[in-house]
């Protein structure tokens, strides 16, 4: 009796301890949230459209390489949204050395930015997750004479 009682809490326990683990589910990354190497794709190419519509924003351009610009866009957007990219462009200090970039014209890039997210059929939930893996490199854009 006190076998088969030892048995039945044995049981119980066990039930109450299983009932409290869920099952692991696959957390989405912020790449896969925002829909992939397509997404980023036409992000990429609407976001240059963007820039390019904007003589304001365009001067700070004007002298890139298009392709260039496209792939590394894309890289780091990839890469900062937990995609299987790697950046292997220049560092963000190295890119806008010299540029002097200001508040003004910065707050106007991510506009366009924005913009072209919308463009993108990016949901807003997730355009504040990108630029919030934006955001630490600021500093390394604006006022670098």
Do not use: W
């Not at 519509?53 to 390489?65: G, P």
């Not at 190295?94 to 990016?122: C, K, P, Y």
């Amino acid at each position: 009796m006190n076998l088969r009682l030892l048995s039945i809490a044995f049981v119980v326990l066990v039930i109450i301890s299983l009932s409290g683990c869920k099952l692991t589910q696959h957390e989405q990354s912020l790449f896969e949230e925002m829909g992939g190497h397509s997404t980023i794709t036409k992000l990429t190419e609407n976001f240059v459209d963007e820039i390019s519509r904007n003589q304001e924003i365009f001067k700070y351009f004007a002298r890139s390489d298009v392709v260039r610009f496209k792939q590394k866009f894309s890289e780091h957007i990839c890469m900062l949204s937990g995609g299987p990219c790697k950046y292997t462009g220049d560092n963000m200090v190295d890119v806008h050395t010299g540029m002097n970039i200001n508040e003004h014209d910065f707050n106007l890039g991510v506009e366009l930015l924005i913009n072209a997210m919308n463009r993108s059929d990016i949901p807003h939930t997730t355009q504040n997750k990108i630029l919030a893996t934006l955001v630490p490199h600021r500093q390394d854009i604006i006022y670098l004479e």
